[in-house]
T-cell receptor
Framework: GDSVTQMEGPVTLSEEAFLTINCTYTATGYPSLFWYVQYPGEGLQLLLKATKADDKGSNKGFEATYRKETTSFHLEKGSVQVSDSAVYFCALKSLGNEKLTFGTGTRLTIIP | EAGVAQSPRYKIIEKRQSVAFWCNPISGHATLYWYQQILGQGPKLLIQFQNNGVVDDSQLPKDRFSAERLKGVDSTLKIQPAKLEDSAVYLC????????????FGPGTRLLVL
């Protein structure tokens, strides 16, 4: 079945550091891929998505590229801010299936 | 635009008791989802409704969990009787329709079963 494996946390970085959170997946066919973010005390929010191979999703300075050959969708940001502190979830949705399959989440803390 | 509303935000009960959670999706959203998020894990889909019909309830423990969306708008999820392992955050999400990529999530209900 479908599965998502993401980098275990917690991850602690200094402000303005470069961020990478790894995500790989197993799925039948070509799924859509997502990154969701959960800020403290809030619900999950869609951060970015990509629906086909080589697509790049981007939002709020974050980027992730759909790599079919490595079945990966790593999240990157060039310069993180304290306000980026949150839990990040990688997820996929297979074609014809409405269910989102999530990874376990990565807690990110940015220190000033 | 108002987001997905859930209540209560927190609930503490003893095992074998019953509990119910309520969700009001974004206005006009036909599809509603309930997810269970156990601490340290990603959310897992329990049930999906399209209007007032069930689309997928394959991962709902039907011996103790039930859900309804009688008028195709708000929904309730019930656990009866609760077990210790039901301690989790219960998330409700909605989307405009099936096949739509974006699901919008509510803040969740945190349940602790003692």
């Amino acid at each position: 079945g479908d599965s998502v494996t993401q980098m275990e946390g917690p991850v602690t970085l200094s402000e303005e550091a470069f961020l990478t959170i790894n995500c790989t997946y197993t799925a039948t066919g070509y799924p859509s891929l997502f990154w969701y973010v959960q800020y403290p005390g809030e619900g999950l929010q869609l951060l970015l998505k990509a629906t086909k191979a080589d697509d790049k999703g981007s939002n709020k300075g974050f980027e992730a590229t759909y790599r079919k050959e490595t079945t990966s969708f790593h999240l990157e940001k060039g310069s993180v801010q304290v306000s980026d502190s949150a839990v990040y979830f990688c997820a996929l949705k297979s074609l014809g299936n409405e269910k989102l399959t999530f990874g376990t989440g990565t807690r990110l803390t940015i220190i000033p | 635009e108002a987001g997905v509303a859930q209540s209560p935000r927190y609930k503490i009960i003893e095992k074998r008791q019953s509990v119910a959670f309520w969700c009001n999706p974004i206005s006009g959203h036909a599809t509603l989802y309930w997810y269970q998020q156990i601490l340290g894990q990603g959310p897992k889909l329990l049930i999906q409704f399209q209007n007032n019909g069930v689309v997928d309830d394959s991962q709902l423990p039907k011996d103790r969990f039930s859900a309804e969306r009688l008028k195709g708008v708000d929904s309730t999820l019930k656990i009866q009787p609760a077990k210790l392992e039901d301690s989790a955050v219960y998330l409700c999400a909605s989307s405009i329709s099936t096949g739509t990529e974006t699901q919008y999530f509510g803040p969740g209900t945190r349940l602790l079963v003692l």
